[in-house]
């Protein structure tokens, strides 16, 4: 089994709290990008809304998607819902 693929299993089999922390990962800027990423805005859009080049907003997000281990965005946003429909029901219980 290839790293990539025994982190994906790793991540896709964790708990709450070690998915959370796969979130604290990235950056803070990696964060901002996701934010947009999860609007619905494409890298060009990411990059007017962040003032950045749309070359740097396709790198933040692959960089979001290897740290995430999401293989393309439909999968990157599965990881996003299911992290906060945890933390919706984790500050519920709490």
Do not use: C, W, Y
């Amino acid at each position: 089994m290839t790293l990539a693929v025994s982190r994906r299993f790793a991540i896709s089999h964790a708990g709450p709290a070690q998915r959370s922390q796969a979130f604290n990962v990235l950056t803070h800027r990696e964060q901002e990008v996701l934010a947009e990423i999860v609007k619905g805005l494409s890298n060009k859009e990411v990059g007017r809304t962040l003032n950045i080049s749309t070359r740097t907003a396709e790198v933040h997000r692959a960089r979001i998607m290897d740290k995430l281990m999401a293989r393309n965005t439909a999968d990157l946003m599965r990881i996003v819902l299911t992290r906060d429909v945890t933390h919706a029901s984790l500050a519920q219980d709490g």
